[in-house]
């Protein structure tokens, strides 16, 4: 055995949550109006695609409906 002083490494999960946190404080948050026009955008998006989605439905229903009847 050596007399030389062993360094210790940091767990692996301690390396991990370190990192996170470094990393999280570079990222460049949305400001609150920023992040509200942005939540509006999206359920936007969501609520067309919804109904287009459910009108396909309604269609493909019909027409399958009509084609197996």
Request: net charge positive; charged share 15%; glycine share 4%.
């Amino acid at each position: 055995m050596s007399n030389q002083t062993q360094v210790r490494q940091p767990n692996a999960i301690q390396r991990f949550f370190r990192e996170t946190i470094v990393e999280l404080r570079k990222v460049s948050w949305p400001t609150r109006p920023e992040a509200l026009a942005l939540t509006r955008i999206v359920l936007i998006v969501m609520i067309v695609m919804a109904i287009i989605l459910g009108g396909l439905d309604t269609v493909f229903g019909s027409f399958f409906r009509w084609l197996l009847y």
